[in-house]
């Protein structure tokens, strides 16, 4: 089974923000440093909460933070 469909630019807006680290932006949505990281690479899909905690974080819109299916190729 490949990974899941629901992507992000989590790493991308990190560094566009200062270059904050994961454990800031998990201090800031209230996970773990860990659960960034699985994020990143796409081996977990955040719950609908999380996804606007994290969109919150950025000051950006579900859609500017997260995409269904396979956005890498732009």
């Not at 796409?42 to 396979?70: K, M, Q, W």
Request: glycine residues 6%.
């Amino acid at each position: 089974m490949g990974k899941n469909l629901v992507g992000n630019h989590i790493r991308k807006l990190r560094f566009n923000h200062n270059e904050m680290t994961q454990q800031q932006l998990a201090d800031k949505v209230g996970v773990t440093r860990q659960t960034i990281v699985a994020l990143e690479k796409g081996n977990y899909s955040p719950s609908l909460e999380l996804a606007f905690r994290i969109a919150h974080a950025f000051n950006l819109s579900l859609e500017e933070v997260f995409f269904y299916g396979d956005n890498t190729k732009e």
